[in-house]
């Protein structure tokens, strides 16, 4: 028993150019082996759908079938009938559904992405069984989290704001929407440390989102900075006090006093540690990197005679 070609492929034999082309285009999709692995009637309907588009797609194969039907297109049409230009010859099907299908979308994939949109709905691309279709990614989208040193001594909690397109529930549009991604800064986390939101960039039909990646990055702050887990003070004295001695008051991160005797010669060059008191390691916040301190000599501008008399007694005899 034949088979309707209209039917086949959904259509009325009215059906324009165009709508053959979309018929097919959309079952094709739908039915193609690699979506349908192993079911043997996706494969039989992906063959018929294959030879329904080889006929109505070709004027002369179509104009004789609509006249003489698949018997007249397959058997030939009889010579004298009349039909100039008529596909005489007898039409047989190459039995090659996969040419068919190459030959319309010009290429094993027809996917330039992962999902192809067919009369508003959502067709999955079947490319994946062979690394082919992927729906292509956003790079990562790269946001600075700049934290003060106290955030990332104690640790705490960062609500950051984002604004990202979203694909609205027709599947065709999309809006500007707004949305509060949390972080949890751990203590101890270094200069540099990313907090990765996997795909919450903007959102396509064609595309998977970028991920939001917010990267660490220290505030300048009034009494330190970092170098990796240690912290670093810079301690202004005079240079009476370089030479002779003094105690360094430091207000810590934490708003403890430390006082710090330094009984050696403060020369250029010379630092001061301090263990346990810098910044928490972030594997292990119970340990601490040290604290650092660098000295900046204040010079008198002048000084009397009767000064250097003594300066030079004390320091050149």
């Not at 080889?54 to 009349?82: C, I, N």
């Not at 596909?87 to 979308?105: I, S």
């Not at 990313?194 to 660490?216: L, R, S, Y």
Request: glycine fraction near 10%; proline fraction near 6%.
């Amino acid at each position: 028993m034949g088979q309707d070609y209209y039917s086949v492929l959904g259509l009325s034999r009215s059906a324009a150019d165009a709508d053959i082309k979309k018929a097919y285009r959309k079952l094709a999709l739908r039915y193609h082996p690699e979506k349908n692995f192993g079911d043997q009637v996706a494969a039989e309907k992906f063959k018929h759908i294959a030879e329904a588009y080889d006929v109505l797609s070709d004027p002369r194969k179509r104009a004789t079938y609509d006249q003489f039907g698949e018997e007249g297109l397959k058997g030939g049409v009889p010579q004298g009938s009349g039909e100039s230009g008529a596909w005489t010859q007898g039409y047989t099907f190459h039995g090659n559904p996969d040419k068919v299908f190459r030959d319309f979308f010009g290429g094993d994939n027809p996917f330039q992405e992962f999902y192809d949109r067919v009369d508003g709905d959502m067709v999955m691309g079947f490319g994946g069984l062979h690394g082919r279709g992927a729906k292509k990614k956003d790079p990562p989208i790269e946001r600075d989290l700049a934290l003060s040193l106290e955030e990332t001594f104690h640790g705490c909690t960062k609500k950051m704001k984002i604004s990202r397109r979203v694909m609205n529930e027709d599947g065709h549009t999309s809006s500007i929407r707004d949305k509060i991604l949390t972080i949890t800064v751990k203590k101890g986390w270094l200069p540099g440390t990313k907090i990765t939101f996997q795909e919450e960039g903007d959102q396509g039909p064609n595309n998977v989102p970028a991920d939001i990646v917010f990267i660490v990055k220290d505030k300048p702050h009034p009494r330190f900075r970092r170098s990796g887990t240690d912290l670093i003070y810079t301690a202004k004295i005079p240079l009476g006090q370089a030479l002779t001695g003094c105690t360094v008051e430091v207000t810590t991160l934490d708003e403890r006093i430390l006082n710090i005797p330094i009984n050696d010669i403060v020369h250029p060059g010379y630092t001061k540690r301090v263990p346990t008191e810098g910044m928490p390691i972030s594997k292990d916040p119970s340990q601490k990197g040290d604290l650092i301190i660098e000295f900046n000599i204040e010079f008198p501008r002048q000084l009397t005679p009767e000064k250097k008399d003594l300066i030079r007694k004390a320091l050149l005899h």
